[in-house]
């Protein structure tokens, strides 16, 4: 007897709820589009702005797509697998056409534009490549064995150093400031400490091989930077300022003893400072408020 009573009031309840919704027309749509506007993943004005900075272009082979967690794994010529995470502010492209992120497959070649964001590597876009594409390190030089031919570079998006083959006739040049100071740089000036720039791709066998090395400072070298301070740590005595002549951002530290007008530095204020890189840091050794 509750069974059927049970059934009896059920029954009741739908009709009640049909009869609502087919007198109520327009509220049941507005609850829908409103359930459809609340679950929808493509609304980017939710997101922030992507991440700003110098990028790096990664090349290699993606190795696996995680679209629950909106990551990749890309195998990078030279250097172990990385995790890059991406999501709807990603421009992806196949072959040069516009596709969507759901397009990303495992197996693909792929040209990745990255920049770090906090401590995680984000992908600005993604190029999927019917040809092995061309990769991009920039980082600082371990060491090169002049022998074998072999460059490794540790770079700040990479937790293990990157080895690539460097064949003969391999271009070497200086940029921006070092171009002016040291016109014939060469593979000499692969010294431990070196930063260095370099665009490759890979080979048949799957190893990365240098194509153009630019050497943008060589431990001892002297630069000169004018442009604003964007952040400065009197604790850690240490500024970072734009320059504008190549729109690049440099970490200089100082001593404080030695610049007084270090306690008249403000973010916004317009510098000029001459520095020596030592192979870890550019150290200010002399600098003026203009």
């Known amino acids: 007897m509750i069974r059927v009573f049970a059934g009896v009031v059920l029954a009741i309840m739908t009709m009640a709820q049909a009869s609502w919704a087919s007198q109520n027309p327009d509220q049941n749509v507005g609850i829908q589009a409103s359930r459809v506007s609340e679950s929808s993943p493509g609304d980017r004005s939710a997101l922030p702005p992507p991440p ?16 629950v967690r909106d990551q ?7 250097a172990k697998p990385m995790k890059i995470l991406y999501d709807e502010r990603t421009q992806v492209y196949r072959d040069g056409v516009k596709a969507p992120v759901s397009d990303l497959r495992a197996h693909d070649h792929a040209s990745v534009e990255t920049m770090l964001d906090g401590s995680q590597i984000f992908a600005l876009s993604i190029h999927m490549l019917s040809q092995a594409p061309e990769g991009e390190a920039r980082g600082q030089v371990v060491g090169y064995d002049a022998g074998a031919r072999v460059l490794t570079v540790m770079s700040p998006l990479s937790q293990q150093p990157i080895r690539l ?3 003969a006739g391999t271009s070497v040049v200086g940029v921006g400031q070092l171009k002016v100071s040291s016109p ?51 604790a850690a005595n240490r500024l970072v300022m734009v320059d504008p002549k190549d729109d690049q951002s440099y970490s200089i530290v100082f001593d404080r003893g030695r610049f007084p007008l270090s306690r008249d530095l403000r973010v916004g204020t317009r510098v000029t400072v001459t520095a020596n890189f030592d192979g870890a840091n550019y150290v200010a050794t002399a600098a003026k408020i203009i």
């Open 52 to 67: 700003k900075g110098t990028s790096t272009v990664e090349g290699g082979t993606i190795r696996s797509v995680d679209p």
């Open 72 to 78: 990749l794994i890309l195998s990078v010529y030279g």
């Open 165 to 167: 083959h460097v064949p």
């Open 184 to 234: 014939s740089a060469g593979l000499q000036d692969l010294v431990k400490g070196t930063l260095v720039s370099v665009r490759f791709d890979s080979s048949n066998n799957g190893r990365g091989v240098a194509r153009q090395i630019s050497i943008l400072a060589i431990p001892g070298s002297s630069f000169v930077f004018t442009g604003n301070v964007v952040s400065i740590d009197l």
